[in-house]
């Protein structure tokens, strides 16, 4: 059972527009919710989080929404490069109260940022 | 940041392996995912102060340790074929944020 979902393996934009990749979740538990860039031969890079109480977080070109009603949230990049080509990952954090802060990916989106 | 050794490592089916890993100064919590070819990181487990803090789905053969210097092994026992993966650390203040290594690829034949 997947509860992070990423539905559309790969996206294409054009430079100067803006990429939305979209996450959805089905665990009402999640607290936190956070997104990655992967490059290949990379490990995964931090780029934005939200916690449950808000429902947007803005950080220079990335804004991440939060849909808590739709178990929904999504990564606008405005405006795009061609160096944020990449693979992107969603992740939800659980067991928050337990002490152990273990996150749950999606499969991930791979971005092509045309140029 | 955080580093990882080795970067690529192949192995044949029942050996044991040993992946290491050096956290970012600071950090006291260190846990580990598994990536098979297409999918995302998979929670492994999770060490606080030297202790196993919670586990994945994950059978006892995988196995870790976290030093006093919050640096990290993440031991196999008895490989099997679908253990081929990349294998990610990530460390951080506990309940903070989780900041990655590059992983180590492991291939097992």
């Known amino acids: 059972d997947q509860q992070v979902k990423q539905n559309s393996p790969s996206l294409s934009v054009q430079e100067g527009r803006i990429s939305i990749l979209n996450c959805d979740y089905t665990?009402?538990?999640?607290?936190?919710f956070l997104w990655y860039k992967k490059y290949p031969a990379e490990g995964p890079t931090f780029l934005i989080s939200?916690?449950?109480?808000?429902d947007k977080n803005e950080d220079g070109r990335f804004t991440v929404f939060l849909n808590k009603s739709a178990k929904h949230l999504s990564l606008h990049i405005v405006p795009s490069q061609p160096g944020d080509s990449a693979v992107y990952f969603c992740a939800a954090s659980s067991d928050t109260t337990s002490g152990t802060y273990k996150y749950i990916f999606g499969t991930g989106t791979r971005l092509k940022v045309l140029a | 940041g955080v580093t990882q050794s080795p970067t690529h490592l192949i192995k044949t089916r029942g050996q044991q392996v040993t992946l290491r890993c050096s956290s970012q100064?600071?950090?006291?919590?260190v846990s580990w995912y598994q990536q098979a070819l297409g999918q995302g990181p998979q929670f492994i487990f999770q060490?606080?102060?030297?202790?196993?803090?919670g586990r994945g789905n994950f059978p006892p053969r995988f196995s870790g340790l976290q030093f006093p210097n919050d640096s990290s092994e993440l031991n196999v026992n008895a490989l099997e074929l679908d253990d081929s993966a990349l294998y990610l650390c990530?460390?951080?203040?506990?309940?903070?944020?989780?900041?990655f290594g590059p992983g180590t690829r492991l291939l097992v034949l």
């Open positions: 665990n009402s538990m999640f607290d936190y």
């Open positions: 939200i916690s449950s109480i808000k």
């Open positions: 990530a460390s951080s203040r506990r309940g903070e944020t989780q900041y």
């Open positions: 060490y606080y102060r030297k202790e196993e803090n």
């Open positions: 100064s600071g950090h006291n919590t």
